[in-house]
């Protein structure tokens, strides 16, 4: 098996199977789930996220139910 030439492909040329057509900032493709994913996203899709400012250990727990969690125990990541 040959691994292609990644220094030669031209990746703003590439669009992923099932892209729609338009700019690049507004075309989609769909994962294997159907899950529709944008080509670009920008801060603006990050404005009506809650979570991004909690703290481990307080409710939604994306960061962890510790605040040291992850540092003192690795192998629980």
């Known amino acids: ?8 492909i031209e990746f ?17 493709w769909e994962t294997p789930e159907a899950i529709p994913h944008r080509s670009l996203f920008t801060s603006a899709d990050l404005a009506d996220v809650a979570h991004l400012d909690s703290l481990p250990g ?5 960061r962890g ?3 040291t969690m992850y540092v003192q125990k690795p192998w629980t990541v």
């Open 1 to 8: 098996m040959k691994l292609p030439d990644f220094g030669a």
């Open 12 to 28: 703003d040329a590439v669009v992923p199977s099932g892209a729609t057509s338009g700019s690049p900032a507004g075309s989609t």
């Open 58 to 62: 307080f409710a939604p727990f994306v």
């Open 65 to 67: 139910p510790y605040p």
